[in-house]
């Protein structure tokens, strides 16, 4: 997947080219006309959202849509005719001299159809005029179900009018079928070009927290070290962090989604940091946990050496083929027996795992799937047989096990709010895997050469 770029003001259609996403796009559009066979396929992208008053959240696409277009302007829809003469078709704004010089440049639909590898494009208000005929005769209509209130009642619309016209011999579609499966399935695996970006994306990320490592000093606060983090995001041209950046030092780590980063940073205590950039749409996602003055304390090593030994052994279980499973019981195995050593638990470690004792200090899976979304699509059991789902060259899943203790009874009070969380993304390649985010130190010699190399406030 290219880049998304500015977009140029171009006033004569017939200088329009190709963009470098249209053909991947259009690729993929044409394997899901094949997978669907017959019917017509309606997709839209996000729509913009208020933040206050006259004042909008910065605009971001629908990823499926996006998938299937490349196509990054709020106000679109994806028409998509499978069958024996498919038909690729967009709607989207037209070209408005006053709305773009408040808002920015437009495609407009003929120079979207030929930059996006359109076969028809129109503009968006003709929509509900135009889709009773692309519906006319189709036996099914594949669209998002239950999307919202106002999507339901606009398809509702365009079906009503088809079948007003049932005495010319004009059929409505028979059924409505979720069109979101389907793509979840392509875009699980990635092609080329994404892994590219999010190469591109890990590499970002990673220096991002190299940096803000840098900037952790004690005596300083959480929300300093999140700047840090954005500064390298959007220096390095990432459009946006891919989730909310979470910083969180000392027992704040043993929030699973701290997101409020305002505490101060005190010597002696670990600082979690979950945080990674959007590059063109493609996410990052890295954890990283390390001393906030530099060097682990004996227990705060000891839990780390655990984590980060679980954390290995998942990554090794990563491979084509693999159970999706695998990794998590894998990390599994090898905490469980961490806490019993530690003193955390008591074993034997089989009991430990089978009863899931060692779920209070290790609540959350191992990993999900990364792409567009931080959490990207796609199934994790086999509908069919409910089996977990084999992993395949080209998915990326993020590998991140944690341990989180809390106060509490029985619990020894020298690992008392120490949290952890060590997490990297990985590839599934032809003959096992890639970790794409090794640029952030993790080991514990590591971490404490680069805390030393830091500048001293």
Same mark, same amino acid.
């Given at each position: 997947?290219?880049?998304?770029? &500015?977009?140029?003001?171009? @006033?004569?259609?017939?200088?329009?080219?190709?963009?470098?996403?249209?053909?991947?796009?259009?690729?993929?559009?044409?394997?899901?006309?094949?997978?669907?066979?017959? /019917?017509?396929?309606?997709?839209?992208?996000?729509?913009?959202?208020? $933040?206050?008053?006259?004042?909008?959240?910065?605009?971001?696409?629908?990823?499926?849509?996006?998938?299937?277009?490349?196509?990054?302007?709020?106000?679109?829809?994806?028409?998509?005719?499978?069958? #024996?003469?498919?038909?690729?078709?967009?709607?989207?704004?037209? =070209?408005?001299?006053?709305?773009?010089?408040?808002?920015?440049?437009?495609?407009?639909?003929?120079?979207?159809?030929?930059?996006?590898?359109?076969?028809?494009?129109?503009?968006?208000?003709?929509?509900?005029?135009?889709? &009773?005929?692309?519906?006319?005769?189709?036996?099914?209509?594949?669209?998002?179900?239950?999307?919202?209130?106002?999507?339901?009642?606009?398809?509702?619309?365009?079906?009503?009018?088809?079948?007003?016209?049932?005495?010319?011999?004009?059929?409505?579609?028979?059924?409505? !079928?979720?069109? +979101? /499966?389907?793509?979840?399935?392509?875009?699980?695996?990635?092609?080329?070009?994404?892994?590219?970006?999010?190469?591109?994306?890990? #590499?970002?990320?990673? $220096? @991002?927290?190299?940096?803000?490592?840098? !900037?952790?000093?004690?005596?300083?606060?959480?929300?300093?070290?999140?700047?840090?983090?954005?500064?390298?995001?959007? $220096?390095?041209?990432?459009?946006?962090?891919?989730?909310?950046?979470?910083?969180?030092?000392?027992?704040?780590?043993?929030?699973?989604?701290?997101?409020?980063?305002? !505490?101060?940073? =005190?010597? /002696?205590?670990?600082?979690?940091?979950?945080?990674?950039?959007?590059?063109?749409?493609? #996410?990052?996602?890295?954890?990283?946990?390390?001393?906030?003055?530099?060097?682990?304390?004996?227990?705060?090593?000891?839990?780390?050496?655990?984590?980060?030994?679980?954390?290995?052994?998942?990554? #090794?279980?990563?491979?084509?083929?693999?159970?999706?499973?695998? &990794?998590?019981?894998?990390?599994?195995?090898?905490?469980? +027996?961490?806490?019993?050593?530690?003193?955390?638990?008591?074993?034997?470690?089989? +009991?430990?795992?089978?009863?899931?004792?060692?779920? $209070?200090?290790?609540?959350?899976?191992?990993?999900?799937?990364?792409?567009?979304?931080?959490?990207?699509?796609?199934?994790?059991?086999? =509908?069919?047989?409910?089996?977990?789902?084999?992993?395949?060259?080209?998915?990326?899943?993020?590998?991140?096990?944690?341990?989180?203790?809390?106060?509490?009874?029985?619990?020894?009070?020298?690992?008392?709010?120490?949290?952890?969380?060590?997490?990297?993304?990985?590839?599934?390649?032809?003959?096992?895997?890639?970790?794409?985010?090794?640029?952030?130190?993790?080991?514990?010699?590591?971490?404490?050469?680069?805390?030393?190399?830091? &500048?001293?406030?």
């Amino acid at each position: 997947m290219s880049e998304v770029r &500015p977009i140029d003001p171009v @006033a004569v259609p017939g200088e329009c080219v190709a963009l470098p996403c249209a053909q991947p796009a259009r690729a993929r559009r044409e394997r899901l006309a094949v997978r669907l066979r017959e /019917g017509v396929a309606v997709l839209a992208t996000a729509p913009e959202s208020v $933040r206050n008053r006259d004042t909008h959240h910065p605009y971001r696409f629908d990823s499926h849509f996006f998938y299937l277009t490349g196509f990054a302007e709020p106000e679109a829809v994806l028409v998509l005719v499978a069958g #024996a003469t498919p038909r690729h078709i967009l709607f989207c704004r037209p =070209r408005d001299p006053d709305r773009e010089l408040w808002d920015g440049r437009r495609h407009g639909p003929e120079a979207a159809r030929v930059r996006f590898g359109f076969d028809e494009a129109y503009p968006i208000d003709e929509l509900d005029a135009r889709m &009773p005929d692309l519906l006319a005769d189709q036996p099914v209509l594949h669209c998002v179900l239950g999307e919202s209130a106002a999507w339901n009642q606009q398809v509702s619309g365009w079906l009503a009018a088809v079948r007003v016209r049932a005495r010319s011999g004009v059929r409505a579609p028979d059924l409505l !079928a979720e069109i +979101r /499966g389907p793509i979840d399935e392509m875009r699980r695996i990635k092609d080329a070009g994404e892994i590219a970006t999010m190469r591109r994306a890990a #590499a970002i990320s990673g $220096r @991002a927290h190299r940096r803000a490592m840098h !900037a952790a000093l004690p005596g300083r606060h959480e929300y300093e070290v999140e700047a840090e983090l954005l500064h390298e995001f959007r $220096r390095s041209g990432a459009q946006a962090p891919a989730y909310p950046s979470i910083v969180a030092a000392g027992a704040n780590a043993c929030v699973l989604h701290y997101v409020e980063n305002d !505490a101060a940073l =005190r010597p /002696g205590e670990l600082l979690l940091i979950d945080a990674g950039c959007e590059l063109d749409g493609y #996410a990052s996602d890295i954890t990283r946990t390390f001393p906030i003055d530099g060097r682990f304390t004996g227990e705060q090593r000891a839990l780390y050496e655990c984590v980060l030994a679980a954390q290995a052994a998942a990554i #090794a279980a990563v491979a084509p083929g693999a159970s999706w499973q695998a &990794p998590h019981d894998a990390a599994v195995a090898v905490l469980a +027996r961490g806490f019993v050593d530690l003193g955390l638990l008591q074993g034997p470690v089989e +009991r430990v795992i089978e009863s899931g004792d060692y779920r $209070r200090f290790y609540m959350h899976r191992t990993g999900h799937w990364l792409g567009l979304d931080v959490h990207d699509a796609g199934e994790y059991k086999d =509908r069919e047989s409910g089996d977990w789902v084999r992993l395949q060259p080209g998915n990326v899943t993020t590998v991140e096990p944690g341990c989180y203790v809390r106060p509490g009874e029985g619990v020894p009070e020298r690992f008392w709010n120490i949290g952890i969380r060590i997490e990297d993304d990985v590839l599934v390649t032809e003959d096992g895997c890639e970790v794409l985010t090794p640029d952030a130190p993790k080991a514990v010699a590591d971490i404490e050469a680069w805390m030393r190399e830091r &500048p001293r406030a």
